[in-house]
């Protein structure tokens, strides 16, 4: 009884669900197309009823590729549009909101040490533009994980 238990296929999952029925909404299939195209892949016209391969099968007939290793996404994602040259990207609040995180939790030996940092060790008094906050918070990272 214990091998029939382990050679059941395992259910489909949570993602696996809401892939599924985000692709069926992007794809804009009514709920008759969207149940013949399951029954036409796995046989079933439910998605309760499927298993994890057959979530797989659907999501290929929706138009995503699973590889190995990755979780399913319903569609690629868009690159943002190169800057003019001599254009900077500000930092964004979560990036400004990270360095202050990070900033609090390191042990300065001197009251001004974050600004001494910045200027011996970046070459820049305060952060403004994303690319030097990315360069920050790699920094104060790798700070923190010395004094641990």
């Known amino acids: 009884m ?27 299939l009514d709920d008759d197309a969207y149940r013949d195209l ?8 439910s998605s ?6 057959e979530a797989n099968r659907v999501l290929r007939a929706l ?5 190995p290793g990755k979780r399913a996404t319903p569609g690629p994602k868009k690159k943002p549009e190169p800057l003019p040259p001599g254009v900077v ?16 939790e390191i042990e300065w030996r001197h009251e001004d ?3 001494r940092w ?12 994303s690319h030097h906050a990315v360069r920050v918070i790699n920094g104060l990272m790798a700070m923190r994980r010395r004094q641990r």
């Open 2 to 28: 214990a091998e029939a238990a382990r050679k059941r296929p395992r259910p489909i999952t949570r993602q696996q669900q809401i892939a599924i029925h985000t692709l069926k909404g992007q794809r804009g």
């Open 38 to 45: 399951l029954e036409g892949e796995t046989g079933h016209r």
């Open 89 to 104: 990207r500000m930092a964004t609040a979560d990036q400004l909101r990270l360095i202050a995180e990070l900033r609090s």
């Open 113 to 115: 040490g974050y600004e």
């Open 118 to 129: 910045l200027r011996k060790n970046l070459g820049f008094d305060r952060v403004t533009a």
């Open 48 to 53: 309760v009823h499927l298993n994890v391969r």
């Open 63 to 67: 138009g995503i590729d699973r590889k």
